[in-house]
C-alpha cells in the first residue's frame, strides 16, 4: 500500500521569503510520479510541480521547486520569494504508473502567507 | 482555460435520503475519478472510471455507491442511502489520457456534502 505523509499541517511564512513544506512517502514501487498540489481557499486543485521518480535532477517551476530524495522517499516542496497568493492548502500526491492512475494524497499543509 | 465544474458547492442532507453528487469534466478528457476528503482527513481515492465503466475503485466505495456518465458531459456520484460518516467533501477529477504519458489531473472545486 502506498501513504503520503505531511507532517506539517499549518505554516506560515513572510511574504517574499522562502518556505519548505514537507512530504514523505512509503512504497514499493520502483517508478512512480509525485506532484504538489496547491488549493486556494474555495477553488479547486491546481498542479503546482510534479517529479518522475526515475529522473534524479529536482524539478523546477519558477519560484517552486523539490527536493527529491528516492532514498529517504522524501519530497520537500520549496517556494521562494513568496507572494500572497501563495496563500493555500498543498497537498503532495503519490501516483504509480499502472493504468487506473489514481493518487494517493497527503492531510495537507495549509501555508499563509503574511504581508 | 477548460476547467471541471461540479454542483452543488454544498449539499445538506438527512441521514438514509440519496443524494447525487455531479461533476462535467474537461471536455475532451478521457479519465474520471471521484475523491473524498473528510475534514481534517487525507483526501482518500473512490472510484475511477473510463470507457463508461469502472476501472478501480477503492475499499470505501460499496455498494451504497455508483457512478454513472448519463450523457456523455456529466459524471455523476449516487450515495443511496447516506450515512453520518459520508460527510465529507467529495472532489471530481478528470484527466486527457491514461498512461504515463499525460500524468496531470484536473480537480473541481469539490462538494461539501453535510448529513445530518
Known amino acids: 500500500a502506498q501513504t503520503v505523509t505531511q507532517s506539517q499541517p499549518e505554516m506560515s511564512v513572510q511574504e517574499a521569503e522562502t518556505v519548505t513544506l514537507s512530504c514523505t512517502y512509503d512504497?514499493?514501487?520502483?517508478?512512480?510520479?509525485l506532484f504538489w498540489y496547491k488549493q486556494p481557499p474555495s477553488r479547486q486543485m491546481i498542479l503546482v510541480i510534479r517529479?518522475?521518480?526515475?529522473?534524479?535532477q529536482n524539478a523546477t517551476e519558477n519560484r517552486f521547486s523539490v527536493n527529491f530524495q528516492k532514498a529517504a522517499k522524501s519530497f520537500s516542496l520549496k517556494i521562494s520569494d513568496s507572494q500572497l497568493g501563495d496563500t493555500a492548502m498543498y497537498f503532495c500526491a503519490f501516483m504509480k504508473t499502472n493504468t487506473g492512475n489514481q493518487f494517493y494524497f497527503g492531510t495537507g499543509t495549509s501555508l499563509t502567507v503574511i504581508p | 482555460e477548460p476547467e471541471v465544474t461540479q454542483t452543488p458547492s454544498h449539499q445538506v442532507t438527512q441521514m438514509g435520503q440519496e443524494v447525487i453528487l455531479r461533476c462535467v469534466p474537461i471536455s475532451n478528457h478521457l479519465y474520471f475519478y471521484w475523491y473524498r476528503q473528510i475534514l481534517g482527513q487525507k483526501v482518500e481515492f473512490l472510484v475511477s472510471f473510463y470507457n463508461n465503466e469502472i476501472s478501480e475503485k477503492s475499499e470505501i466505495f460499496d455498494d451504497q455507491f455508483s457512478v454513472e456518465r448519463p450523457d456523455g458531459s456529466n459524471f455523476t456520484l449516487k450515495i443511496r442511502s447516506t450515512k453520518l460518516e459520508d460527510s465529507a467533501m467529495y472532489f471530481c477529477?478528470?484527466?486527457?489520457?491514461?498512461?504515463?504519458?499525460?500524468?496531470?489531473?484536473?480537480f473541481g472545486q469539490g462538494t461539501r456534502l453535510t448529513v445530518v
Open positions: 477529477a478528470s484527466r486527457a489520457t491514461g498512461g504515463v504519458g499525460n500524468t496531470e489531473a484536473f
Open positions: 517529479q518522475e521518480a526515475y529522473k534524479q
Open positions: 512504497t514499493s514501487e520502483s517508478n512512480y510520479y
